[in-house]
C-alpha cells in the first residue's frame, strides 16, 4: 500500500544543473501538487494538476515545470537550477470535492550549491 | 483573503502536560478546518478535521473545535507523549474553494520531555 511516493529522496545538484522530481500515487485522486517547504515558512504551492493532462501555477511557480501525463505520475522539473530552490519539496494528493484532506508524500530534500 | 495564523513556536513541555496550539482563521463564509502533523523526517499527517461550526475534530487523544465566534480552531491534548513530538500545521479550505486554494499556517514545533 504505497500511497503517494517521491523520488529521488535527496539530491545535491550544481547551479545551472536541471532534474526531475517524480511523484506516483496509486490511489486513484485526481488533484496533484507540489508544495516546497522551507524553514519559517510553511508550505508553499508551486503547482498544480487537477486532472491528467493539465496543470495551473501555484504561488511559488516562477523557475518550476511540471508534466501529468498519467493520472498516476506528476512531474516537477527544475531547468536550471539556482541555490534558492534549495528546501524539501512535498507531493500530495486529494480526491477532488475533498480538497482540504490532502495526503503526502515523504519528501525529496535537494540542494543546491 | 483568506489566512491563518498559527502560535509562534518552539513548545516544549513535559510528559503528561497539557497542550494548547492556537489557531486562528480569516476567512469569507464557513471554510473546512484541519490540522496536520508532521514527524521528523515524514510528510505531513491529516490528524484531524472540522467542516462547520461548533463541529470537533478528534483523532489519537487530539481534539479542535471550529469555533465561527472567535475564528479559532485551537489544538488541544489533555496528556502528551514523547511521540508526540512534532510540527503542527492548521489550515483551512475555503468553501467552494478551486483546487489551490488550501491554507497553511506557518507551523508550530511541538518537543516532549521525558
Known amino acids: 500500500n504505497a500511497g503517494v511516493t517521491q523520488t529521488p529522496k535527496f539530491r545535491v545538484l550544481k547551479t545551472g544543473q536541471s532534474m526531475t522530481l517524480l511523484c506516483a500515487q496509486d490511489?486513484?485522486?485526481?488533484?496533484m501538487y507540489w508544495y516546497r517547504q522551507d524553514p519559517g515558512m510553511g508550505l508553499r504551492l508551486i503547482h498544480y494538476?487537477?486532472?491528467?493532462?493539465?496543470?495551473a501555477k501555484g504561488e511559488v511557480p516562477d523557475g518550476y515545470n511540471v508534466s501529468r501525463l498519467k493520472k498516476q505520475n506528476f512531474l516537477l522539473g527544475l531547468e536550471s537550477a539556482a541555490p534558492s530552490q534549495t528546501s524539501v519539496y512535498f507531493c500530495?494528493?486529494?480526491?477532488?470535492?475533498?480538497?482540504?484532506?490532502?495526503?503526502f508524500g515523504e519528501g525529496s530534500r535537494l540542494t543546491v550549491l | 483573503g483568506n489566512s491563518v495564523t498559527q502560535m509562534e513556536g518552539p513548545v516544549t513541555l513535559s510528559e503528561e502536560a497539557f497542550l494548547t496550539i492556537n489557531c486562528t482563521y480569516t476567512?469569507?463564509?464557513?471554510?473546512?478546518l484541519f490540522w496536520y502533523v508532521q514527524y521528523p523526517g515524514e510528510g505531513l499527517q491529516l490528524l484531524l478535521k472540522?467542516?462547520?461550526?461548533?463541529d470537533k475534530g478528534s483523532n489519537k487523544g487530539f481534539e479542535a473545535t471550529y469555533r465561527k465566534e472567535t475564528t479559532s480552531f485551537h489544538l488541544e491534548k489533555g496528556s502528551v507523549q514523547v511521540s508526540d513530538s512534532a510540527v503542527y500545521f492548521c489550515?483551512?479550505?475555503?468553501?467552494?474553494?478551486?483546487?489551490?486554494?488550501?491554507?497553511f499556517g506557518s507551523g508550530t514545533r511541538l518537543s516532549i520531555r521525558p
Open positions: 476567512a469569507t463564509g464557513y471554510p473546512s
Open positions: 490511489m486513484n485522486h485526481e488533484y
Open positions: 472540522a467542516t462547520k461550526a461548533d
Open positions: 489550515a483551512l479550505s475555503p468553501i467552494y474553494s478551486s483546487a489551490s486554494k488550501i491554507i
Open positions: 500530495a494528493t486529494t480526491l477532488r470535492g475533498r480538497t482540504g484532506e490532502l495526503f
Open positions: 494538476s487537477v486532472g491528467e493532462g493539465t496543470t
